[in-house]
């Protein structure tokens, strides 16, 4: 199992794949995802095992925060620890005070418990929605230390 970083040289054909099979409701085309591995921001890594994709997490600047906007495991691979590694890699290359991520409601009581192990609180925001209505709950991070230099 090895950890590699993405960048806009990537086989966007099985990203994007990898990504779908997780998250059907929310499908990302090869265009959407070369689209935001070109942002100047961008931060992304894989875990690739035996030749395959098992791990996912992908962000990127926006006004001054992070927005984590994908963290995703083989469901064969969860349990292994995988989705901590990558968050500490991405953790590492973060340059803004705040993180944030969004979620559907559907998902809510899978992933509030998850992310707030990795220290995320939900957010007080409560009229946020997808195009589809369904409700987007959001959660972020307040760093105290952004790679190892306090933050005033």
Do not use: C, Q
């Amino acid at each position: 199992m090895e950890i590699k970083r993405l960048s806009n040289k990537e086989n966007f054909v099985e990203i994007s794949n990898f990504y779908n099979k997780t998250f059907p409701l929310s499908p990302h085309t090869e265009e959407y995802k070369r689209k935001i591995y070109n942002y100047s921001s961008f931060i992304g890594f894989k875990v690739i095992d035996d030749g395959e994709i098992i791990g996912l997490i992908e962000g990127w600047e926006k006004d001054n925060v992070t927005l984590l906007a994908t963290l995703v495991v083989d469901e064969k691979h969860r349990g292994k620890r995988i989705a901590k590694m990558l968050f500490e890699k991405f953790m590492k290359e973060v340059k803004t005070k705040e993180v944030v991520l969004h979620f559907r409601d559907t998902k809510k009581d899978e992933l509030i418990p998850i992310y707030t192990k990795f220290g995320f609180k939900v957010s007080d925001k409560r009229d946020l929605v997808y195009n589809n209505k369904e409700k987007k709950w959001e959660m972020s991070l307040i760093l105290e230390k952004i790679n190892n230099n306090v933050i005033n």
